[in-house]
């Protein structure tokens, strides 16, 4: 990874992604594009909508991008509510990603998600290979998109990876239209209100992950040894599983007159109860190291520190 094109980067992902990518690599090496403009930014930026293909290729060759990063998609909750918005935005998009990265040359990663699981997987401790039928739109792209992946490897060498990422919490860009995004917004609530109205019922355990965890990931798995690799393109990956309930009880540890109730989305709680209770990361271990420094109370902590400091 010396030139490095990412996508959606004004998104939850994409906004921190940029930042540690331009930390480590150079701002100037770190082309940020997404669909809105950009604002100030620490680099290069451009505004790209990746169903346009064309755009896409040209920015990627005139930036000389070795590497393609593509994070622009619709998540679960929204893609439910305009499917064929999202079928032809998360599909269109990555068929794009794939070819310019075909065209070009370039190495590419995609996140898949816990969301490519369905309510016939296994529940606890989700094997890495398993049965995956999941009743979502969302859940139909990501494992569409994982399947793409490997052709684009298997058929034409390019050299494609990417993990299936949980509930991502982060106090730097909030998530949005997402299943798992009660896990960010308790947080915002929990200071600004000392009280939250969780719209996931309580007892439905999802898995979750910080963000700086998750950015390592990235990072470890594009500069893992190809060799090693097995799985390349959907490795599940985690760091914590916990319910609504679990992840109260770690903020009143700081806050003791948090409280919380409950007003169950039927949509968001239907996708919820379609996904595992927890995955099993081992084989992201085995085969790259994959590693996590985040339990449930060290990123309760670190979010309250870094919301306070950011809402004040
Ligand atoms: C969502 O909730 O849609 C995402 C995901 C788990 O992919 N955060």
Not at 55 to 75: E, N
Not at 289 to 295: E, V
Request: proline share 5%; aromatic share 10%; with cysteine.
């Amino acid at each position: 990874m010396e030139r490095i094109m990412i996508t959606g980067a004004l998104g939850q992902i994409g906004s921190e992604l940029t930042e540690k990518l331009r930390g480590i690599y150079g701002a100037d090496n770190v082309l940020a594009t997404d669909i809105r403009n950009g604002g100030e930014q620490s680099g290069p930026f451009s505004v790209l909508d990746v169903t346009n293909a064309q755009k896409m290729h040209d920015l990627a060759k005139d930036f000389g991008a070795d590497t393609m990063m593509h994070m622009a998609a619709l998540l679960s909750a929204t893609a439910e509510e305009k499917p064929l918005l999202a079928w032809n935005l998360n599909m269109g998009g990555l068929v794009n990603a794939l070819e310019a990265s075909r065209e070009l040359g370039m190495q590419f990663f995609t996140p898949s998600s816990i969301g490519a699981f369905g309510p016939s997987t296994p529940k606890k401790n989700t094997p890495q290979d398993t049965l995956q039928r999941p009743t979502t739109m969302y859940g139909v792209n990501k494992v569409a998109g994982e399947l793409l992946c490997d052709y684009y490897f298997q058929k034409f060498g390019i050299d494609t990876r990417g993990v299936r990422f949980p509930g991502l919490v982060s106090y730097v860009a909030q998530p949005g239209g997402g299943t798992t995004d009660y896990a960010v917004d308790i947080y915002y609530k929990a200071i600004e209100e000392q009280r939250y109205t969780s719209y996931i019922a309580e007892g439905t355990y999802m898995d979750m992950m910080y963000m700086p965890d998750a950015l390592q990931a990235i990072v470890d798995l594009m500069e893992a040894d190809p060799a090693k690799l097995i799985h390349r393109n959907a490795f599940n990956v985690t760091a914590m599983s916990f319910e609504p309930e679990q992840i109260a009880a770690s903020i009143r540890k700081h806050i003791p007159e948090f409280q919380m109730s409950y007003d169950v989305d039927p949509v968001r709680q239907a996708i919820a109860d379609s996904w595992p209770d927890s995955i099993d990361a081992s084989a992201a271990k085995n085969e790259w190291g994959f590693k996590t420094q985040y339990d449930l109370d060290a990123m309760t902590s670190d979010m309250l520190v870094k919301l306070k400091k950011k809402l004040m």
